[in-house]
């Protein structure tokens, strides 16, 4: 059963980068069947996903546009985890943060991958305005 | 993107009753490829992660209730709860895997009458 477990502080200054990790346990983050993902909650964007990094013979990230050129997504291979960092933030970036992992769904048809089996609890970061 | 909207914003329902959610997507999310549609349905408790009730619109996952069902096709989905309990109390979500950015309807609150 995979676990996730985030990391990170729930209070970042404006124009600073806000940096959190979340450490796999029950699977691997270089697992060629899974995808990695960050998405983050607030009451002005709803549910809002972020990106995902995923190994399939090499590494692969996808961002938002609302965040591309801000955001950074990082394998560890060493500690099995993966990370988030966001540049410049704003208090528009004041949002529940998760990670969550998205297992690839094999058939004859081929496999795909991007509803959230499992996520971490969450973590409230906060930016003041 | 794909735009997800969801009705409707609320809604109140008897214990034992039915419950039925409404999702519409901007674009069709029936592949062609598979013949499945990428639409995914979540419970969120207050304080806690959403959770997974259902993917491929209409497959429960492991251990949630059979009273949870999915049906539809192409931009046209549905959430039932065929006999609403007390811990089915939440916001409900769709969320579409069709293409990145993977988007999500703005919830629909249910709580009982």
């Known amino acids: 059963q995979v676990q996730l477990q985030q990391s990170g502080p729930g209070l970042v200054k404006p124009s600073q980068t806000l940096s959190l990790t979340c450490a796999i346990s029950?699977?691997?983050?270089?697992?060629?069947?899974?995808?990695w993902n960050w998405i983050r909650q607030s009451p002005s964007r709803g549910l809002e996903w972020l990106g995902r990094t995923y190994y399939r013979s090499k590494w692969y990230t996808n961002y938002a546009e609302s965040v591309n050129g801000r955001m950074t997504m990082n394998p560890d291979t060493s500690k099995n985890q993966f990370s988030l960092q966001l540049n410049s933030v704003s208090s528009e970036d004041t949002a529940v943060y998760y990670c969550?992992?998205?297992?690839?769904?094999?058939?004859?048809?081929?496999?795909?991958?991007?509803?959230?089996?499992?996520w971490g609890q969450g973590t409230l970061v906060i930016v003041p305005s | 993107d794909i735009v997800m909207t969801q009705s409707p914003d609320s809604l109140a329902v008897s214990l034992g009753e039915r419950a039925t959610i409404n999702c519409k997507s901007s674009?069709?999310?029936?592949?062609?490829?598979?013949?499945?549609?990428?639409l995914a349905w979540y419970q969120q408790k207050p304080g806690q992660p959403p959770n997974l009730l259902i993917y491929w619109a209409s497959t429960r996952e492991s251990g949630v209730p059979d009273r949870f069902s999915g049906s539809g096709s192409g931009t046209d989905f549905t959430l039932t709860i065929s006999s609403l309990q007390a811990e089915d109390v939440a916001v409900y979500y769709c969320q579409q895997f069709y293409n990145t950015p993977r988007t999500f309807g703005q919830g629909t609150k249910v709580e009982i009458k």
């Open positions: 969550a992992s998205a297992m690839s769904d094999c058939s004859s048809s081929g496999c795909y991958e991007g509803y959230f089996q499992h």
């Open positions: 674009q069709s999310v029936l592949s062609s490829s598979n013949n499945k549609n990428f």
């Open positions: 029950g699977d691997s983050v270089s697992s060629d069947s899974a995808a």
